[in-house]
């Protein structure tokens, strides 16, 4: 079961710059769209959100864009810092589900 | 700042016995979620729960599963008769909203099952 589709396991980047992260998902009744952050030994942590009536949403540092015809997500980080060094997760929920469909995740390490 | 608690933080288990993964979800929270991450996979549903009843399920969660809110302030997934492919972090999650997918979640309960 692949609805959501993190490819890439890993990304590493300097300080400061910018860190992309990508997320393909397959159901398009998805239609709410979230990004976790994970870090050792903690439960994953709610980062930011995108319903799909919209196409970008920024919370200070991150951004979320959506292309639903693309059925492709990405969260941007900018600018990267060493704290951000964790797993980030995609996730999507269908409308009037409670289920959470998580991706594999994404290793992402900010060098300092 | 309040947050989700789990109990305990790594149970070992024979296979066959009964585990009990207990979870205290942040206190105004309404809606109370279980799920599993075996390991090197992804984060999977298990159940949702609102108002005292099962409110989703996966399919994982099968006849051996069972959940509970016995007070008002536990949440608890019941394994009754554990097995090896039960191996992997429980993690609990509360809601104060449905249906935003916004989830508070514990650090998670860690079982093996030899």
């Known amino acids: 079961d692949q609805q959501v589709k993190q490819n890439s396991p890993s990304l590493s980047v300097q300080e400061g710059r910018i860190s992309i992260l990508n997320c393909d998902y397959t159901n398009s009744m998805f239609d709410y769209f979230l990004w976790y952050k994970k870090y050792p030994a903690e439960g994953p942590t709610f980062l930011i959100s995108?319903?799909?009536?919209?196409d970008k949403n920024e919370d200070g540092r991150f951004t979320v864009f959506l292309n639903k015809s693309a059925k492709h997500l990405s969260l941007h980080i900018v600018p990267s810092q060493p704290g951000d060094s964790a797993v980030y997760f995609c996730?999507?929920?269908?409308?009037?589900?409670?289920?959470?469909?998580f991706g594999k995740g994404m290793k992402l390490t900010v060098n300092p | 700042e309040p947050e989700v608690t789990q109990t305990p933080s790594h149970q070992v288990t024979q296979m066959g016995q009964e585990v009990i993964l207990r979870c205290v979800p942040i206190s105004n929270h309404l809606y109370f979620y279980w799920y599993r991450q075996i390991l090197g996979q992804k984060v999977e549903f298990l159940v949702s729960?609102?108002?005292?009843?099962?409110?989703?399920k996966s399919e994982i969660f099968d006849d051996q599963f069972s959940v509970e809110r016995p007070d008002g302030s536990n949440f608890t997934l019941k394994i009754r008769s554990t097995k090896l492919e039960d191996s992997a972090m429980y993690f609990c999650?509360?809601?104060?909203?449905?249906?935003?997918?916004?989830?508070?979640f514990g650090e998670g309960s860690r079982l093996t099952v030899l």
């Open positions: 996730a999507a929920s269908e409308g009037g589900s409670e289920k959470l469909v």
């Open positions: 729960f609102y108002n005292n009843e099962i409110s989703e």
């Open positions: 995108i319903s799909s009536i919209k």
């Open positions: 999650a509360s809601s104060e909203i449905r249906g935003t997918g916004e989830l508070f």
